[in-house]
């Protein structure tokens, strides 16, 4: 157990190097970044040894046939809800008594045939990868991340991207390290806040905040065009630039909002009267 807490220390602090360091600096970034990866196989190494030795000291599973068969029917939907630990994922690998893989040249699948304990089989069925092919990330995703980078770190930027439901090109789901991985392919740098705290793009409670307006009345003002204002995701944060925040159509929004404060996205100056006025 010390030996995985040290190589997860270490593969942490691999981490921090190597995205503390300036993408542009490409020798030494080459360098944290194979660093980064070597302590991220110990600690792999590390977590395979006690895997099979818990599994060798373990007493085997008393699993009936009729469980085994409703685990595998349901396995990729416990596998991939985000509520499973790791914890849990070992507790199924350990059923896997083992995996015959197997090519369906005529289908161009990759055939799986999984034995589980209890002499029960599952067969799955993947698509065979063709040659040339790759498995990316979405160009949407890209340019997501390169906007959301301006307001949040790598670890909120995964949590943005699973909300809103996004996989990587290969399914999987994000993490802060699959996002640092991500940002260093695409050369997107990566999010630092200003030292004077006067950052240079602001989300939505703080741009309202620096207006002295309610976020409401300026997240409709950026959903009519009346402010520019950039919304990567359905269900993520809205980024606004400082300098723009200071542009006259921000204090028409400003000054419509004081005008009327009964309603906190105040009334439009093209707005017309239903009542016609008699004095």
Known sequence: MRDREAARYN????????????????????????????ALTRVGEIESRIAAHDASTSEPSLLSPIHVTALAADLKAVWATPTT???LKKRIVRVIREVVAD???????????IHWVGGVHTELRLPKRRRGQRNSTSGDIIAAVRQLVLIAN??????????????????????????TAHRSHHKIPVFRPAADGKEPWLNLNKAARL??????????????????????????????????LGEPAAQRIVHRARQNPKYPTGSHPDQQNLFTSTT
Do not use: M
């Not at 040249?105 to 055939?111: F, H, L, Q, R, T």
């Not at 949590?159 to 390290?177: P, Q």
């Not at 300026?218 to 402010?227: D, K, N, S």
């Open 154 to 179: 790598d670890d909120l930027i995964a949590g943005i991207l699973n909300r809103n439901g996004l996989v990587t090109g290969h399914g999987n789901r994000w993490t802060r390290e699959r996002v």
């Open 85 to 87: 630990d790791a914890r």
């Open 11 to 38: 593969a942490d602090r691999a981490f921090r190097q190597y995205d503390a360091i300036d993408p542009q600096n490409r020798l030494v970034a080459a360098e944290l970044e194979l660093r980064w990866n070597r």
């Open 211 to 244: 207006l002295g307006v309610a976020p409401k009345t300026l997240r409709l003002a950026a959903e009519a065009g009346e402010i520019e204002g950039v919304h990567p995701l359905p269900d993520g944060p809205w980024v606004f630039s400082r300098s723009t």
């Open 103 to 113: 090519i369906d040249d005529e289908a161009s699948e990759i055939v799986l045939l």
